[in-house]
């Protein structure tokens, strides 16, 4: 009786033990963490990589660069002289510049579809439109036509005043002169000290004094010009380049 008993007391504790187990084994499977997924580093950790991103940021800077340094421009010019595929040319006022030309260059100097850089004329003017660079101060051309009439821009000293036939001889400091032709249509100007332009006239130009013409070479006759505005300045006076080569009749 006593051997019954104590195998129903242990049962009934390996009952209980059983019991009690369950629930924490379900709570610890339950409980188990799931792992996350870990975030990725954006920044490349490879040599080559970084050379490479290196090498870009270098090549849009140099572009930027690049950019800065060039702009479209066009000028009106005379050709002096021609060298293979570069020019130099005279511009209207007096400044001697280089203009490159290359395979992309278009020629409208004439009828002919195929004209080039041999058709070109030496003392001939033509309109030069391209990319100027800044930094070596030459237009790389892009095109170049014929240009029928272009006024010409002269700055020197009154060195007479013609008052029967409205002329005035001018000399640039170069020692160059001109014969200015003064007509109805001319408008003269005075600029003040300011710098303002004040309505003038033909009776207000002297000897000595200085002016800037505008105007158009005679076709015969380039040392003859007619002008289209004539501006004298009330104080500045010519240079002292302009005043050697004056010579004033008593």
Known sequence: ??????????????????????????????????????????????????????????????K?????????????????EVSGMKLTVTDIKGNIRQIDIDELTKFDISDDDDAGISDLKKGSSYSFIGIYNKETQRLLARNINTVNTVPTYFEGAIESVNEDDF???????????????????????????????????????????????????????NTLLSAIRVIHFEDVPPSKEMQSHIKIEN
Do not use: H, W
């Open 167 to 221: 002329q005035i001889v001018i000399v640039n400091a170069k020692g160059e002169k001109k014969t200015v032709d003064i007509q109805s249509s001319t408008k003269t100007s005075l600029a003040d000290t300011g710098g303002e332009l004040i309505k003038s006239g033909f009776s207000k130009l002297e000897q000595n004094a200085r002016v800037l013409v505008i105007g158009f070479p005679d076709k015969k006759d």
């Open 64 to 80: 930027v660069a690049e950019l800065n340094l060039v702009e479209k421009r066009g000028i009106i010019a005379k050709i002096t």
């Open 1 to 62: 009786m006593k051997n019954k008993l104590n195998v129903k007391l242990l049962s009934t504790l390996l009952f209980a033990t059983f019991v009690f187990l369950i629930p924490s084994v379900s709570y610890a499977v339950t409980k188990t963490p799931t792992p996350t997924a870990r975030p990725s580093n954006s920044v490349p950790e490879n040599g080559e990589e970084l050379e490479k991103i290196q090498k870009i940021k270098d090549i849009v800077a140099s």
